[in-house]
């Protein structure tokens, strides 16, 4: 069985950094493309990463330069490593799996909560 | 960015009804789209990709189809477990941005 699980959130303040991270289970994180969603109290869907099997990643505008998704194969673990935290980076931050370079986010997380507050 | 547009924002309907959502991208994005379905408090659920394939799981009361820039999700007969926010995604380029969501709730 497939399963995502996020740890990591919680309360920080605002230029402070976090990091997040996703327990898989049932399959392999690096052998597939892995995603970070996130949606802002009361908002909408908002992607924010990817990481590709071959290790190439891409980022939303609005992270570029202040978060960075990595993977540790060993322990079969998504991160996600979020620098120079804003107000505006409060939200609840999915993983997901993809199903393929285009494909959907099949499986998702239960997702953790970040609150960047002073 | 390619930006997504759903309409309309939010609809009304009852059991047993026909129920299509749009969503328009302001790019061609072929048929690299997909459909999520949210309920409160819980992480998406892909329905749709690829614009008009099914996800495994999900009855078939859910289509979807569409290329370019015009997609549509339609329901054939609503359920009372489909009343929930759905959302378009397109996978064309990067940012995979979403729509801004269509809430069905219960006439």
């Known amino acids: 069985e497939v399963r995502l699980v996020e740890s990591g959130g919680g309360l920080i303040q605002p230029g402070g950094s976090l990091r997040l991270s996703c327990a898989a289970s049932g399959f392999t994180v690096s052998s597939n493309y892995m995603s970070w969603v996130r949606q802002a109290p009361g908002k909408g869907l908002e992607w924010v990463s990817v990481?590709?099997?071959?290790?190439?990643?891409y980022y939303a505008d609005s992270v570029k330069g202040r978060f960075t998704i990595s993977r540790d194969n060993s322990k079969n673990t998504l991160y996600l490593q979020m620098n120079s935290l804003r107000a505006e980076d409060t939200a609840v931050y999915y993983c997901?799996?993809?199903?393929?370079?285009?494909?959907?986010?099949?499986?998702w997380g239960q997702g953790t909560l970040v609150t960047v507050s002073s | 960015d390619i930006e997504m547009t759903q309409s309309p924002s939010s609809v009304s309907a009852s059991v047993g009804d026909r129920v299509t959502i749009t969503c328009r991208a302001s790019q061609g994005i072929s048929s690299w789209l997909a459909w999520y379905q949210q309920k409160p408090g819980k992480a998406p659920k892909v329905l749709i990709y690829?614009?008009?394939n099914l996800q495994s799981g999900v009855p078939s009361r859910f289509s979807g189809s569409g290329s370019g820039t015009d997609f549509t999700l339609t329901i054939s007969s609503l359920q009372p477990e489909d009343f929930a926010t759905y959302y378009c995604q397109q996978a064309n380029s990067f940012p995979y941005t979403f729509g801004q969501g269509t809430k069905l709730e219960i006439k």
């Open positions: 990481i590709y099997s071959g290790g190439a990643t």
């Open positions: 690829d614009a008009s």
């Open positions: 997901a799996r993809d199903k393929g370079i285009v494909g959907p986010h099949d499986y």
